[in-house]
T-cell receptor, first 115, second 111 residues
Framework: KAGVTQTPRYLIKTRGQQVTLSCSPI?????VSWYQQTPGQGLQFLFE???????NKGNFPGRFSGRQFSNSRSEMNVSTLELGDSALYLC??????????????FGAGSRLTVL | QQQVKQSPQSLIVQKGGISIINCAYE??????FPWYQQFPGKGPALLIA?????SEKKEGRFTISFNKSAKQFSLHIMDSQPGDSATYFC??????????FGPGTRLSVLP
């Protein structure tokens, strides 16, 4: 059974650009959550999608957005990149809404560097 | 109230020793407490988890101790091995909410 797949694994952008990250959940999983991981801050929750609907949103500015497609694949977008957006972006999938499933399976992440 | 505190930030242990990582929370609505293990270049992976109706859960060399009244829980790694060197995250969860993670502990086990 394939795990959670995130693409691209590494990318470099410059300030002001925008970026789109992709996440393919485990087959059959309908919930996808996104986290930002930075040294010292741990994992900060961005948002969760279930059946193409955003169920939860963390405390991030509107430059961070996401969506989920009918096949449960998800994308997140960051517009007008800032240096502080440099981080590892992790996607996690669960069988149902994370509020009920209790088990998150993470992908390897997308390492974003903003210059 | 949604914060989960974790200590120490980093930990160095000799092979065969005991590694202990502590976490504390404020929100009494949390009812599920997992620990995740993350190796470099990988995403976090579920290691062990506990619910507040038990005070201890053991899986192999890994044990969670839970103190509901103190709102604290800890991970104990017995007979620590160099292969245990990783970053460990505690987390807390309640129904209808997202997971809240601690800032992580970087464990190094010396051979």
């Amino acid at each position: 059974k394939a795990g959670v797949t995130q693409t691209p694994r590494y990318l470099i952008k410059t300030r002001g650009q925008q970026v789109t990250l992709s996440c393919s959940p485990i087959s059959g999983h309908r919930s996808v959550s996104w986290y930002q991981q930075t040294p010292g801050q741990g994992l900060q929750f961005l948002f969760e999608y279930f059946s193409e609907t955003q169920r939860n949103k963390g405390n991030f500015p509107g430059r961070f957005s996401g969506r989920q497609f009918s096949n449960s694949r998800s994308e997140m977008n960051v517009s007008t990149l800032e240096l502080g957006d440099s981080a590892l972006y992790l996607c996690a999938s669960s069988p149902t809404e994370s509020s009920g499933a209790n088990v998150l399976t993470f992908g390897a992440g997308s390492r974003l560097t903003v210059l | 109230q949604q914060q989960v505190k974790q200590s120490p930030q980093s930990l160095i242990v000799q092979k065969g020793g005991i590694s202990i990582i502590n976490c504390a929370y404020e929100n009494t609505a949390f009812d599920y407490f997992p620990w995740y293990q993350q190796f470099p270049g990988k995403g976090p992976a579920l290691l062990i988890a506990i619910r507040p109706d038990v005070s201890e859960k053991k899986e192999g060399r890994f044990t969670i101790s839970f103190n509901k009244s103190a709102k604290q829980f800890s991970l104990h790694i017995m007979d620590s091995q160099p292969g245990d060197s990783a970053t460990y995250f505690c987390a807390a969860f309640s129904y209808g909410q997202n997971f809240v993670f601690g800032p992580g502990t970087r464990l190094s086990v010396l051979p």
